[in-house]
């Protein structure tokens, strides 16, 4: 049995309301059977739905259902800009604005901030959290002053370790702040407000509370030792010498900042400070530094702004040095990714050597191979960041360093979320209180500068290399999967530095050899020197936990008390293709078996590299500007190119397979003022030599896709789906805006390996707005524009001309009742424009597009109607209206007749016409009932989606209940289908439909009764001893495909009781994706099922009772068998209200049947069905007389009561092995 993780999140389905775009490379791989199942530790999770705004201001809708099956649809903002792109990375859901991609590429944008499944299990959902927490890093300036919060958002802490600050943007403005923070991002891919990076605030919880003991401080403690007479110094952003914590530990304090005393007005120094020699005097000694025995001196080389030219740090590390520090602790580090050979580094390595100091110092917060400068230096001690899991922290830097390929952190420690003092000279809009949590390697560092006093203290005689060589081979050992360029050996652990006498020299690293490689490389090796502080000899057993390119000497030496003895490591290049090699020497005491020692090894050898020149060329065939997406087939992450004007770039690329992917707008062919999108592709891209790929938009065929009536595009998607050989592949979807009138595709050839899918799906529904003029003789296509008001109905209007639409444009004109005709400009806003039409009392607003395609401005509190026109026309219709002349105008706020297209080209895409204009007898049809027994009008929405290509392609629309519509969908597709009212949602399992065929479907139709409705496509199960049940509560009746319905989890009472026999086994108040443990062997069970909702919002079946018996025996399987259970469904002729008329006779009939989808044969065959009605809401009942019916069904008449009131049902079926049911339903449907 997989884990409830497992089945978390299984496909995803991808919809904007507006727009949306391409899935890029993901690396999708199926769901494989394990081996040997295993019981979970704890329940399925349920149907959910969690919204989710985003700092674009898009606002997510997730849908789960109790299978794990999701649904993502995205509303997009007013004024956003372009599509939306959609990644799902390791079963995660990225969803990525394109206003957000250049930026997230330009390492500007923490994509975790678009990783809508982390931001709801963190609980950033907009029911759990008012504002998007986020961490801005700002960009050096010479102000002192912290950068004010940008627009929308509110200063939480300001995080001076990192130059930033904690913001939280309220979700209500999230456009306000994006807009705030973006003024230039599109053309220079950079931020605004001073902001550098913006990162999300994760959700973490530790502090030195936590952190010491962790790293083992008190047991060092305990032993005597806290680093008393050791001195250490600080260089950081200064010290707040009256907090309680640091007031009696500082014994000298001096500013190499020119202007700047030793004041905190930071906040860093302090915080630093106190995690090394803090009393934890404020918080009762809870949060006490790891040597609070030590003496601090503190050297300001930060400013208050927490930047510092080199020479003021170089400044303090030489007064550190002269002032006899055994420790130097610098929590700081620029952005220069060197080999070491800085002179900041130089500076480092000369003072260790010159005072016998040990330098310790952060790697950086920047992530993968993103080492600064100081900690390249060799003889730093460098220092990486892990949480309280020791989980390496995710913006922890790490190597190997870029330029030389050395090893590099050398260790870790805890850094994340760390408690500890906070300056009391900060700035109140900075936080109060006297400490605070910040995350960093700044706050790892001091927990090691700590632990080389403790050390130091017991090994006076030792030096700085000496301690930090006892710190690194004592380390404790990470996770298997973590190498020693992101860990180094591990995570501190001062007991093992402590008491352990065997130590080692430093890591050792190989270098980097570039591509393309000599075969006369030759073997490098490199020294161990392994040291003996005890007082007895001892044997090491050597070993490698990485093997090529590195070989050892020996597998064993001895070294003597008080001595060292050497081993040798080979690093071979030729011994291996290419790659990042590391892993440890690891030494073993040969008498007890434990492990003493550990030193990190690493060789860089780059791997296969080629160029990829890619050419981009406009509609004419000419060279234009863009931006590629760049897939390889085992990459997390796509790379994203900038092409300039020129149309050429070249990329250096690894070898393996690639797709190549762009999109590009132009003017389209269907008139001057049509606008068209390419989407351009070129897959199957073998680098195993330089290549050139060449997305060419001339080449591109037009997507023509048109339905038998009058309609207009509401839902455009193209998607592609390009397998690579290694069984990768790359997902782009991209849902095409309504402001493109033509979509194209480039052709595609079969690819020479893999494989390659494109589907096209369109919806087209019945226009929102006709208008004509000459009575109809001459359409006008408009588009009705989002947030506009809308009713129903058909009216003449004479037409006035009102320029641009202002206010006094209207001076003069008799616009009252009348079709305004506004031509758009810039100068004019939307709401502007719908106000002073409002005021002219017009009847209905039509705006001019002034560019290419359709027009689509979102209009806010606006009683006016509003629709779009393109250019041409609208020109003509604003001549007209300059005349008065009358335009017939039909208004239609929800589709009566629809179309859902789908297309496939498999394997490849021809270069011919792309032409599907279909036929009503080439196309399947749909009578769809859409009912609503609560007898409200309700405004709700469903979506169909297409599962030829999963994640699942979906259609939106908006619906009102009750209604009818005439759907026609393209045959043989498999369709998924789901329709929500309120809290109630009503989902179809896969059908597919046959050309020239109609099909009645009923939505929310009554009785709605528990079932185990295939919609959710989570079926009963047994394994082992393990069962599994999923009741959906409300599932309509009647339904030409399985349904499954049910309401919000937890907004209605229900109890679900398992029995064997008359033993109950377990109960829950929840009936879906319910788990039991059941006896060993063949049984008989009994489930009982209760559930209510409230009579006055649903009004029918306001309450059922149901009771399933059945067999069930153990099943020796790796993985869940289906178990079918028997089923009652209801055929009912109602109205859309669920009501039927008072005093006549009504045909009901029961349908009794085993639960599809496996193990039908263990139910049977039924041999006895009853039906019972009550009209008193089952305080009496009457028995039907039943008959059974061609098509399995039985079917009884009722003569009803006239008087209003409700029908309720108790049905009930035996089969010939046993299996019984018995089912009541209060108030099932209406008598009017």
């Known amino acids: 049995m997989p884990s409830p993780s497992s089945l978390r999140r299984k496909r995803w389905s991808l919809l904007a309301a507006a727009t949306v775009v391409p899935l890029l490379a993901t690396g999708l791989t199926a769901l494989q059977t394990p081996a040997q199942a295993q019981k979970p530790q704890a329940k399925p999770r349920t149907a959910s739905t969690h919204k989710v705004t985003l700092i674009t201001g898009d606002v997510v809708t997730v849908t789960t259902s109790a299978d794990g099956e999701q649904d993502a649809v995205v509303d997009r903002p007013v004024h956003a800009v372009g599509r939306v792109r959609m990644q799902e990375h390791r079963g995660d859901l990225y969803v990525l604005p394109d206003e957000a991609v250049s930026l997230i590429a330009a390492n500007k944008l923490d994509r975790r901030l678009f990783n809508v499944t982390d931001l709801i299990e963190m609980g950033y959902d907009d029911a759990h959290a008012s504002g998007v927490p986020v961490i801005a890093t700002y960009a050096p300036t010479k102000s002192k002053a912290a950068p004010a919060a940008p627009r929308g958002s509110k200063l939480s802490r300001a995080l001076p370790s990192i130059h930033g600050a904690a913001l939280k943007a309220d979700k209500k403005q999230a456009r306000t702040f994006w807009d705030a923070i973006t003024p230039a991002a599109s053309a220079q891919q950079t931020l605004g407000a001073g902001v550098a990076k913006l990162w999300l605030d994760g959700r973490v919880t530790v502090n030195l509370a936590e952190s010491v003991p962790m790293v083992g401080a008190p047991q060092a403690w305990d032993l005597g030792f806290n680093g008393a007479g050791v001195k250490v110094a600080v260089l950081d952003t200064g010290i707040d010498p009256t907090h309680p914590d640091l007031a009696t530990q500082i014994d000298d304090k001096v500013s190499f900042v020119p202007g700047e005393d030793t004041s905190d007005l930071n906040g860093h120094g302090t915080h630093v400070a106190s995690t090394i020699v803090g009393t934890g005097a404020a918080s009762g000694g809870a949060n006490k530094g790891v040597a609070p025995g030590a003496d601090l001196i503190v050297g300001k080389v930060l400013n208050n702004d927490g930047t510092a030219l080199n020479s003021w740090i170089i400044e303090g590390m030489q007064w550190a040095a002269e002032s006899g520090a055994d420790v130097i602790s610098m929590s700081l580090g620029d952005s220069s990714l060197t080999d070491g050979t800085d002179p900041m580094s130089l500076a480092v390595d000369q003072l260790s050597a010159q005072y016998d100091t040990l330098f310790v110092i952060a790697a950086g917060n920047a992530g993968p191979q993103s080492i600064g400068s100081p900690g390249t230096a060799p003889s730093a001690l460098t220092v990486g960041a892990v949480d309280k899991g020791d989980n390496l922290a995710w913006f922890s830097s790490t190597g190997p360093l870029l330029a030389s390929g050395t090893v590099k952190p050398d260790m870790t420690a805890p850094g994340v979320a760390i408690n500890a003092a906070r300056s009391q000279q900060q700035s109140?809009?900075?936080?109060?209180?006297?400490?605070?949590?910040?995350?960093?390697?700044?706050?790892?560092?001091?927990?090691?500068?700590?632990?080389?006093?403790?050390?130091?203290?017991?090994?006076p005689e030792w030096s700085g290399q000496r301690i930090k060589e006892a710190l690194v081979s004592n380390a404790k050992p990470l996770a298997d999967w973590y190498s020693p360029f992101e860990v180094g050996t591990g995570r501190l652990d001062i007991p093992a530095a402590l008491t352990g006498t065997v130590q080692t020299s430093g890591a050792l690293s190989f270098g980097l050899y570039d591509w393309p490689h000599e075969p006369t490389d030759a073997p490098v090796t490199k020294t161990i020197t392994y040291r003996n502080s005890g007082t007895a000899d001892v044997t090491l057993n050597l070993g490698l936990t990485a093997?090529?390119?590195?070989?050892l000497n020996t597998t064993s030496v001895t070294v003597p008390a008080g001595g060292t003895a050497d081993a040798t490591v080979t690093g071979d290049p030729t011994a291996v293709d290419y790659g990042t090699f590391a892993g440890y020497v690891v030494a073993t005491d040969a008498t007890s078996g434990t492990a003493v020692a550990r030193t990190s090894?690493?060789?860089?050898?780059?791997?296969?590299?080629?160029?990829?020149?890619?050419?981009?060329?406009?509609?004419?065939?000419?060279?234009?500007?863009?931006?590629?997406?760049?897939?390889?087939?085992?990459?997390?992450?796509?790379?994203?190119?900038?092409?300039?004007?020129?149309?050429?770039?070249?990329?250096?690329?690894?070898?393996?397979?690639?797709?190549?992917?762009?999109?590009?707008?132009?003017?389209?062919?269907?008139?001057?003022?049509?606008?068209?999108?390419?989407?351009?592709?070129?897959?199957?891209?073998?680098?195993?030599?330089?290549?050139?790929?060449?997305?060419?938009?001339?080449?591109?065929?037009?997507?023509?896709?048109?339905a038998p009536q009058r309609t207009e595009d509401r839902s455009r998607i193209v998607d592609y789906e390009i397998g690579f050989s290694d069984g990768q592949s790359a997902r782009i979807t991209d849902v095409i805006p309504v402001w493109y009138d033509e979509v194209y595709v480039s052709p595609v050839a079969q690819p020479a390996q893999g494989s390659f899918h494109l589907a096209a799906t369109w919806r087209q529904a019945e226009p929102n707005v006709r208008l004509?003029?000459?009575?109809?003789?001459v359409p006008v296509p408009v588009t009705l524009q989002p947030g506009s008001p809308l009713t129903a109905g058909t009216d003449k209007l004479a037409t006035v001309y009102a320029g641009s639409g202002t206010a006094a444009d209207y001076a003069g004109l008799k616009a009252s009742g009348k079709v305004a005709v506004v031509k758009r400009t810039d100068d004019v806003t939307p709401d502007e424009r719908a106000a002073a039409a409002a005021a002219a009392g017009v009847k209905m607003l039509v705006v001019v597009n002034d560019g290419l395609g359709v027009l689509n401005e979102v209009y806010l509190d606006t009683t006016v109607p509003v629709v779009s026109v393109h250019h041409g026309a609208g020109t003509l219709l604003a001549a007209a209206a300059a005349k008065g002349l009358k335009l017939t105008v039909t208004r239609v706020p929800y589709a009566t007749y629809l179309y859902d297209f789908s297309r496939?080209?498999?394997?490849?895409?021809?270069?011919?016409?792309?032409?599907?204009?279909?036929a009503p007898a080439e196309l399947a049809k749909i009578d769809a009932r859409y009912h609503s027994p609560s007898k409200k009008q309700w405004e709700g929405g469903g979506i169909r989606a297409d599962m030829t290509m999963g994640p699942r392609r979906v259609f939106s629309q908006r619906e009102f209940f009750p209604m009818t519509r005439t759907e026609w969908v393209t045959p043989g597709t498999a369709w998924h289908e789901t329709h929500s009212q309120g809290e109630w949602e009503d989902r179809a399992f896969l059908d597919s439909y046959?050309?020239?065929t109609t099909t009645r479907l009923n939505w929310f139709a009554p009785a709605a009764h528990p079932s185990f409705g295939e919609g959710y496509s989570v079926r009963n199960s047994r394994w082992q001893d393990s069962m599994t049940l999923n009741v959906q509560a409300w599932t309509p009746a009647g339904q030409a495909v399985d349904h499954g319905g049910s309401l919000g989890w937890g907004t209605h009472p229900e109890h679900l009781a398992l029995y064997q026999g008359d033993t109950l086994i377990s109960e829950d108040d929840h009936g879906d994706m319910q788990w039991f443990d059941v006896p060993t062997g063949t049984k008989d069970y009994r489930l009982v099922y209760d559930a209510e909702r409230d009579a006055a919002e649903w009004r029918l079946s306001t309450r059922t009772h149901t009771e399933w018996g059945f067999t069930s025996g153990t099943v020796d399987s790796d993985w869940f068998e289906p178990m079918s259970l028997l089923e009652l469904d209801y055929l009912l002729d109602t109205d859309l209200s669920g009501d039927v008329p008072g005093g006549s006779t009504q045909r009901i009939s029961l349908v009794a049947g085993a639960q599809r989808g496996g193990g039908e044969a263990a139910?049977?065959?039924?041999?006895?069905?009853?039906?019972?009605?009550?009209?008193?809401?089952?305080?009496?009942?009457?028995?039907?007389?039943?008959?059974?019916?061609?098509?399995?069904?039985?079917?009884?008449?009722?003569?009803?009561?006239?008087?209003?009131?409700?029908?309720?049902?108790?049905?009930?079926?035996?089969?010939?092995?046993?299996?019984?049911?018995?089912?009541?339903?209060?108030?099932?449907?209406?008598?009017?």
């Open 547 to 551: 093997q090529a390119p590195f070989t």
């Open 994 to 996: 046959a050309a020239g």
């Open 772 to 777: 004509s003029l000459l009575g109809g003789l």
């Open 904 to 918: 496939d080209f498999v394997g490849s895409v021809p270069d011919s016409p792309l032409v599907y204009h279909p």
């Open 601 to 706: 090894v690493g060789l860089v050898k780059e791997d296969e590299r080629y160029n990829l020149t890619i050419t981009l060329k406009d509609r004419a065939g000419n060279p234009t500007a863009g931006r590629a997406v760049v897939n390889k087939s085992d990459d997390w992450y796509p790379m994203v190119v900038d092409v300039d004007a020129d149309g050429e770039t070249t990329v250096r690329v690894r070898a393996g397979e690639y797709a190549v992917y762009t999109t590009m707008d132009f003017q389209g062919e269907r008139g001057p003022d049509a606008l068209a999108t390419a989407d351009l592709v070129v897959p199957g891209i073998v680098m195993n030599q330089a290549r050139e790929v060449e997305l060419d938009a001339s080449r591109a065929r037009l997507l023509d896709i048109a």
């Open 428 to 459: 109140p809009a900075q936080g109060d209180g006297m400490y605070w949590s910040i995350d960093g390697t700044s706050m790892a560092t001091p927990h090691i500068s700590g632990a080389a006093a403790i050390l130091k203290q017991r090994h």
């Open 1163 to 1232: 139910v049977g065959t039924v041999t006895e069905i009853t039906l019972d009605v009550s009209y008193d809401d089952g305080a009496t009942w009457q028995k039907v007389t039943l008959t059974r019916q061609g098509d399995g069904s039985w079917a009884g008449d009722l003569r009803l009561p006239r008087k209003a009131g409700f029908v309720s049902i108790r049905g009930s079926a035996e089969t010939s092995t046993g299996y019984t049911i018995k089912q009541e339903v209060i108030r099932a449907y209406g008598i009017r």
